[in-house]
Protein backbone atom coordinates (compact mmCIF):
# COMPACT_ATOMS: atom_id res chain seq x y z
CA UNK A 1 0.00 0.00 0.00
CA UNK A 2 1.16 3.29 -0.79
CA UNK A 3 2.71 5.97 1.94
CA UNK A 4 0.46 8.06 -0.07
CA UNK A 5 -2.90 5.91 0.89
CA UNK A 6 -1.89 5.83 4.86
CA UNK A 7 -1.09 9.83 4.73
CA UNK A 8 -2.81 11.49 7.84
CA UNK A 9 -5.82 13.92 7.25
CA UNK A 10 -7.55 11.73 5.18
CA UNK A 11 -11.35 12.69 5.78
CA UNK A 12 -13.58 10.33 3.45
CA UNK A 13 -13.80 6.57 3.44
CA UNK A 14 -15.89 4.15 2.08
CA UNK A 15 -17.44 0.63 4.04
CA UNK A 16 -17.61 -2.31 2.11
CA UNK A 17 -20.31 -4.62 3.63
CA UNK A 18 -20.51 -7.78 2.66
CA UNK A 19 -23.84 -8.02 0.80
CA UNK A 20 -23.88 -7.59 -2.98
CA UNK A 21 -21.00 -5.58 -4.58
CA UNK A 22 -21.05 -3.73 -7.63
CA UNK A 23 -18.07 -3.25 -10.02
CA UNK A 24 -19.24 0.02 -10.80
CA UNK A 25 -20.24 1.51 -7.35
CA UNK A 26 -16.73 0.93 -6.39
CA UNK A 27 -15.37 2.51 -9.50
CA UNK A 28 -16.07 5.89 -8.21
CA UNK A 29 -13.49 5.72 -5.37
CA UNK A 30 -10.95 3.39 -7.47
CA UNK A 31 -7.68 4.98 -9.77
CA UNK A 32 -8.60 1.98 -12.57
CA UNK A 33 -4.96 1.97 -13.29
CA UNK A 34 -4.25 0.47 -9.98
CA UNK A 35 -6.80 -0.32 -7.40
CA UNK A 36 -3.85 -0.88 -4.69
CA UNK A 37 -4.26 3.06 -4.55
CA UNK A 38 -7.93 4.83 -4.05
CA UNK A 39 -9.24 7.82 -5.56
CA UNK A 40 -9.38 11.01 -3.64
CA UNK A 41 -7.01 9.36 -1.02
CA UNK A 42 -10.33 7.79 0.63
CA UNK A 43 -9.51 5.09 2.97
CA UNK A 44 -11.87 1.89 2.79
CA UNK A 45 -12.79 0.17 5.36
CA UNK A 46 -14.23 -3.52 4.77
CA UNK A 47 -16.41 -5.67 6.92
CA UNK A 48 -15.41 -9.18 7.26
CA UNK A 49 -16.55 -11.09 4.22
CA UNK A 50 -16.46 -8.18 1.88
CA UNK A 51 -12.74 -8.50 1.81
CA UNK A 52 -13.09 -11.85 -0.35
CA UNK A 53 -14.74 -9.54 -2.97
CA UNK A 54 -12.12 -7.09 -2.87
CA UNK A 55 -9.52 -9.84 -3.19
CA UNK A 56 -10.70 -11.03 -6.41
CA UNK A 57 -9.66 -7.75 -8.13
CA UNK A 58 -6.36 -6.71 -5.85
CA UNK A 59 -8.30 -4.30 -3.99
CA UNK A 60 -6.57 -3.54 -0.49
CA UNK A 61 -8.30 -2.06 2.29
CA UNK A 62 -6.58 -0.18 4.75
CA UNK A 63 -8.88 -2.03 7.88
CA UNK A 64 -11.43 -5.19 7.53
CA UNK A 65 -13.40 -5.71 10.83
CA UNK A 66 -15.73 -7.56 12.49
CA UNK A 67 -15.96 -10.68 14.55
CA UNK A 68 -13.99 -12.49 11.32
CA UNK A 69 -15.88 -15.58 11.14
CA UNK A 70 -16.69 -14.30 7.46
CA UNK A 71 -13.41 -13.56 6.24
CA UNK A 72 -11.37 -16.79 4.17
CA UNK A 73 -8.35 -17.92 5.06
CA UNK A 74 -7.01 -17.19 1.78
CA UNK A 75 -7.76 -13.40 1.94
CA UNK A 76 -6.58 -13.45 5.74
CA UNK A 77 -3.49 -14.46 4.99
CA UNK A 78 -3.40 -12.31 1.88
CA UNK A 79 -4.31 -9.20 3.13
CA UNK A 80 -2.20 -9.48 6.09
CA UNK A 81 1.15 -9.33 3.70
CA UNK A 82 0.09 -6.79 2.76
CA UNK A 83 0.03 -4.86 5.90
CA UNK A 84 -4.18 -4.50 6.17
CA UNK A 85 -5.40 -4.28 9.88
CA UNK A 86 -7.36 -6.57 11.06
CA UNK A 87 -9.71 -5.47 13.65
CA UNK A 88 -11.54 -8.34 15.70
CA UNK A 89 -14.73 -7.21 17.39
CA UNK A 90 -16.49 -10.27 18.84
CA UNK A 91 -19.40 -8.10 20.11
CA UNK A 92 -22.44 -9.89 19.15
CA UNK A 93 -24.78 -7.03 19.61
CA UNK A 94 -23.38 -5.42 16.73
CA UNK A 95 -23.57 -6.26 13.31
CA UNK A 96 -20.39 -5.66 10.92
CA UNK A 97 -21.53 -2.27 9.43
CA UNK A 98 -22.32 -0.74 12.95
CA UNK A 99 -18.63 -1.69 13.62
CA UNK A 100 -17.49 -0.07 10.82
CA UNK A 101 -19.19 3.19 11.29
CA UNK A 102 -17.85 2.92 15.26
CA UNK A 103 -14.57 2.52 13.71
CA UNK A 104 -15.04 5.47 11.29
CA UNK A 105 -16.46 7.82 13.87
CA UNK A 106 -13.47 7.79 16.01
CA UNK A 107 -11.68 8.45 12.90
CA UNK A 108 -13.88 11.45 12.72
CA UNK A 109 -14.19 11.13 8.80
CA UNK A 110 -16.23 14.19 7.54
CA UNK A 111 -17.88 11.55 4.88
CA UNK A 112 -18.67 7.75 5.31
CA UNK A 113 -19.71 5.99 2.07
CA UNK A 114 -21.06 2.72 2.47
CA UNK A 115 -21.50 0.23 -0.63
CA UNK A 116 -22.71 -3.34 -0.34
CA UNK A 117 -25.16 -2.74 2.09
CA UNK A 118 -28.26 -4.47 0.66
CA UNK A 119 -28.23 -7.87 -0.77
CA UNK A 120 -27.43 -11.57 -0.51
CA UNK A 121 -29.49 -12.26 2.68
CA UNK A 122 -32.77 -9.75 3.29
CA UNK A 123 -32.47 -9.90 7.13
CA UNK A 124 -28.59 -8.74 6.57
CA UNK A 125 -30.21 -5.85 4.57
CA UNK A 126 -33.10 -5.06 6.61
CA UNK A 127 -30.65 -4.67 9.71
CA UNK A 128 -27.72 -2.69 7.76
CA UNK A 129 -31.06 -0.22 6.74
CA UNK A 130 -31.54 0.09 10.16
CA UNK A 131 -27.91 0.70 11.38
CA UNK A 132 -27.81 3.22 9.08
CA UNK A 133 -31.21 5.27 10.26
CA UNK A 134 -29.26 5.00 13.83
CA UNK A 135 -26.53 6.79 12.65
CA UNK A 136 -27.52 9.04 10.19
CA UNK A 137 -27.55 12.42 12.42
CA UNK A 138 -24.31 11.42 13.95
CA UNK A 139 -22.41 11.13 10.47
CA UNK A 140 -22.65 12.42 7.12
CA UNK A 141 -23.54 9.33 4.79
CA UNK A 142 -23.63 8.30 1.40
CA UNK A 143 -25.36 5.19 0.52
CA UNK A 144 -24.00 3.54 -2.98
CA UNK A 145 -26.35 0.65 -4.34
CA UNK A 146 -26.33 -0.70 -8.20
CA UNK A 147 -25.84 3.15 -9.89
CA UNK A 148 -28.20 4.48 -6.90
CA UNK A 149 -26.45 7.37 -4.65
CA UNK A 150 -28.94 7.54 -1.51
CA UNK A 151 -29.49 9.60 2.05
CA UNK A 152 -31.49 10.03 4.76
CA UNK A 153 -32.72 13.25 5.94
CA UNK A 154 -35.06 14.59 8.44
CA UNK A 155 -35.23 18.30 7.27
CA UNK A 156 -35.85 19.92 3.58
CA UNK A 157 -33.31 19.51 1.66
CA UNK A 158 -31.67 20.70 -1.95
CA UNK A 159 -30.72 18.07 -4.19
CA UNK A 160 -27.49 18.47 -6.88
CA UNK A 161 -28.82 16.11 -9.64
CA UNK A 162 -28.78 16.01 -13.05
CA UNK A 163 -31.72 16.28 -15.48
CA UNK A 164 -33.56 12.96 -16.22
CA UNK A 165 -32.10 11.15 -13.16
CA UNK A 166 -34.50 8.97 -11.46
CA UNK A 167 -35.17 9.99 -7.69
CA UNK A 168 -36.97 7.92 -5.35
CA UNK A 169 -38.29 8.68 -1.81
CA UNK A 170 -39.42 6.76 1.04
CA UNK A 171 -40.68 7.61 3.96
CA UNK A 172 -39.01 5.80 7.38
CA UNK A 173 -41.70 5.72 7.75
CA UNK A 174 -43.75 8.34 7.97
CA UNK A 175 -43.29 11.99 6.34
CA UNK A 176 -45.70 14.88 6.04
CA UNK A 177 -46.52 18.16 4.08
CA UNK A 178 -43.94 16.54 1.35
CA UNK A 179 -43.80 19.72 -1.37
CA UNK A 180 -41.31 19.27 -4.15
CA UNK A 181 -39.73 21.38 -7.20
CA UNK A 182 -38.17 20.11 -10.05
CA UNK A 183 -39.84 16.91 -10.85
CA UNK A 184 -42.00 15.54 -13.21
CA UNK A 185 -44.20 14.44 -10.68
CA UNK A 186 -44.93 17.30 -8.66
CA UNK A 187 -45.73 16.65 -4.99
CA UNK A 188 -47.75 19.06 -3.00
CA UNK A 189 -48.08 18.91 0.73
CA UNK A 190 -48.77 15.31 0.90
CA UNK A 191 -48.31 12.43 3.34
CA UNK A 192 -46.09 9.63 2.60
CA UNK A 193 -46.15 6.57 4.76
CA UNK A 194 -44.23 2.85 4.21
CA UNK A 195 -46.83 0.28 3.75
CA UNK A 196 -49.31 3.15 2.63
CA UNK A 197 -47.49 5.67 -0.20
CA UNK A 198 -43.96 6.02 -1.59
CA UNK A 199 -42.82 8.55 -3.79
CA UNK A 200 -40.94 6.18 -6.23
CA UNK A 201 -39.36 6.51 -9.51
CA UNK A 202 -40.12 10.27 -9.90
CA UNK A 203 -37.80 12.05 -12.81
CA UNK A 204 -35.94 15.18 -12.31
CA UNK A 205 -36.72 18.00 -14.35
CA UNK A 206 -33.45 19.79 -13.76
CA UNK A 207 -30.17 19.99 -12.10
CA UNK A 208 -32.01 21.53 -9.17
CA UNK A 209 -34.28 20.09 -7.39
CA UNK A 210 -36.09 20.95 -3.56
CA UNK A 211 -37.85 18.97 -0.98
CA UNK A 212 -39.78 20.35 1.23
CA UNK A 213 -41.88 18.65 4.12
CA UNK A 214 -42.81 19.57 8.02
CA UNK A 215 -41.99 16.06 9.55
CA UNK A 216 -40.27 12.70 10.14
CA UNK A 217 -37.83 11.43 7.92
CA UNK A 218 -37.02 10.54 4.31
CA UNK A 219 -34.28 8.13 2.39
CA UNK A 220 -33.69 9.75 -0.89
CA UNK A 221 -32.50 7.99 -4.07
CA UNK A 222 -31.12 9.31 -7.06
CA UNK A 223 -30.07 7.52 -9.96
Not at 22 to 27: G, H
Not at 88 to 94: A, M, V
Not at 130 to 145: A, D, R
Not at 168 to 184: E, F, W
Amino acid sequence: MSDAKRQTGIKDCLIVCNGKIYKKDLAKFLNRKNYKKPRNAINIIACDGASDYLLRDIIVPDVIIGDLDSISSKAKKFFLRKKVKLIYRPDQNLNDLEKALKYADSKKYNLINITGLTGKRFDHTLNNLSVVLKYYKKMNIVIHENGFTGSIINKSRKINCKEGNIISLIPLPKVTGITTNGLKYPINNETFEFGVREGALNEALSSNISINFRKGVLLVLIK
